[in-house]
Structures are given as structure tokens and as C-alpha cells.
């Protein structure tokens, strides 16, 4: 995948993520309540080839990573783990063009349907996930801790 601009910013690209954005992306999802947490070895884990296969992207400019995606392919499906934009990035196009971005890789690699889950009050994410297309087809009650929640699960 070659490096695209971002939505309506204008210094902003998406580009396959590389070992090195570990730091930078470990560093965006703490402070993301809404992410899916993982460990540092997790993130680091993105880059063996393994099935089923990981792939991670970020969006950066010249002052560094801004947002990241991770999506999990396996077989003609395709899951995505992780999405986050940092705070004064968001409401700028870039998490629209990190989600298009992810269905796109995910679709040069074969999948059929891409799926997500969401936190029930994550009105943001579900509104974008919903503008980009996906539909609402499931729900997990009580499947987020902290506070507990149920998580929303949509397919595209």
C-alpha cells in the first residue's frame, strides 16, 4: 500500500506501519479510553508472519504517528482489532481515511466482509462506521469492562 493524504488534512498520511511506530502507537492507545489495549509484545507481534495475519497502519505527518488501525485477516474475513486517533486529530478525516484505508488492504487480501465491535456509547465511532457503510448485526452484552458495556458489532 503506497502512503495516501488524509481526508481534509492536508499534512497527514496513511502508510503500513513499521516496527519502529511501536512506541508511538503503544504511547496513542493508552491515553484512548475507548481502544482495545494490548501489550507491547502484542503490537510487536503485528510484524511475524503469523495466521492469522495482522496488519497495522498509521497516520503521521512530519511531527510523528497521529492515529493508527490494526486489522486481523483470516481466510475471507477480516476483523478490525484497533482504531485511534489522537484527540486534536480527530473530526479532521483522519480516522475516515485510516478505516477506508483498512478496508482496502483488507479487500486486496481477499476478505469478503470486514467486521468490528464498538462500544455501545462510542456515538463517534459508531456514527463513522455507519457513514462508511458498515451495518449493525449483533450484540455482546456486557463484553467491555471498565465500565462494563456492551459492545455493538457491525459488518461491512
Given amino acids: 500500500m503506497s502512503a495516501t493524504r488524509a481526508g481534509q488534512s492536508n499534512s497527514v498520511f496513511i502508510r503500513p506501519a513499521l516496527i519502529k511506530d511501536v512506541p508511538a502507537i503503544l504511547k496513542i492507545e ?90 455501545d456509547a462510542n456515538e463517534a465511532a459508531r456514527a463513522l462506521y455507519n457513514r462508511v457503510g458498515f451495518s449493525e448485526c449483533g450484540r455482546r452484552k456486557g463484553y467491555y469492562h471498565s465500565p462494563e458495556e456492551d459492545a455493538i458489532l457491525y459488518r461491512l
Fill in 30 to 119: 493508552r491515553v484512548a479510553e475507548t481502544a482495545t489495549h494490548w501489550t507491547e509484545g502484542k503490537y510487536l507481534g503485528i510484524f511475524e508472519q503469523q495466521t492469522p495475519r495482522r496488519i497495522a497502519l498509521v497516520a503521521e505527518d512530519e511531527s510523528g504517528v497521529h492515529g493508527f488501525g490494526v486489522i486481523q485477516l483470516l481466510h475471507q474475513e477480516c476483523e478490525i482489532e484497533n482504531l485511534v486517533v489522537v484527540s486534536g486529530m480527530r473530526r479532521q478525516g483522519v480516522g475516515n481515511q485510516l478505516l477506508c484505508s483498512l478496508i482496502e488492504v483488507a479487500r486486496n487480501h481477499g476478505a469478503a466482509a470486514v467486521f468490528l465491535e464498538v462500544r
